[in-house]
Nanobody, 124 residues
Framework: QVQLVESGGGLVQAGDSLRLSCAASGRTFGSYTMGWFRQTPGKEREFVAAINWGRGRTVYSDSVKGRFTISRDNAKNTVYLQMNSLQPEDTAVYYC?????????????????WGQGTQVTVSS
């Protein structure tokens, strides 16, 4: 059973930075894809970024490209989301997820396992 635990959320001001972490356990993730999504009340889960665990290929949504960076530490089985220049519209619950595929996809329904989420709030 795959377990994902997010951490690092919080309340920050516009322009600040945060780094989210997602610790994964229960499987060898060598050929999987790890993704970050976010969700606000009443809206669908939105793709943010993803990285292929083995090859390191990354994909970003247009809304975060140039501000957010996804990375992974294979030794720690942890994926990070470095978020810079945060804006109020980045406020959401952020989730990490695993897709048991080497193809990096941006569709939430393609991901098989999800963490519990961590709240990020950006004040103006």
């Amino acid at each position: 059973q795959v377990q994902l635990v997010e951490s690092g959320g919080g309340l920050v001001q516009a322009g600040d930075s945060l780094r989210l972490s997602c610790a994964a356990s229960g499987r060898t993730f060598g050929s999987y894809t790890m993704g970050w999504f976010r969700q606000t009340p009443g809206k669908e889960r939105e793709f943010v970024a993803a990285i292929n665990w083995g090859r390191g290929r990354t994909v970003y949504s247009d809304s975060v490209k140039g501000r957010f960076t996804i990375s992974r530490d294979n030794a720690k089985n942890t994926v990070y989301l470095q978020m810079n220049s945060l804006q109020p519209e980045d406020t959401a619950v952020y989730y990490c997820a695993v897709d048991q595929s080497i193809v990096v996809v941006t569709t939430a329904s393609s991901y098989d396992y999800w963490g519990q989420g961590t709240q990020v709030t950006v004040s103006s």
